[in-house]
């Protein structure tokens, strides 16, 4: 397999893990929800139209969601200190418990499928974990530094 295929490999992968344990977890929460989340968790008081970017949806479909996320109480919505005309949101005690439980339960939930893995196998996907997060963090086009 080439580089090229190894990184495509582990992209089909992850979306595949992903949707099995959100299936075995019977967690009929929208995906989009728990990214919005990760995004908040990692970068408070972002306006909806980065986090739409950075989700990869339209502004209006965001703003739904963040309507549906608000109404959970699992994110808050306030004026941005810099332009009083534009709302930031940011992810609520309550998110971050729920984004907790949502990890909890594909770790419970996966955990069966890794099992037979020896010692090496740990050592070679725990090296691979750290590759991936240090090649995933976003860059913002216009600076070249990470989100």
Partial sequence: MNRADIVSSIVVSAHALARIAAQDAENDAPAAQWRALTLLEREPDQRVGALARASRTTQPGMTRLLGELERAGLVSRSP?????????????????TALEEWREAFRRTLAPRFADLDAADWDALHRSA???AAHSIEQHPESGVGE
């Fill in 80 to 96: 941005d200190a810099s332009d009083s005309r534009a709302t930031v949101v940011d992810i609520t005690d309550a998110g971050r």
């Fill in 130 to 132: 750290e590759i991936l």
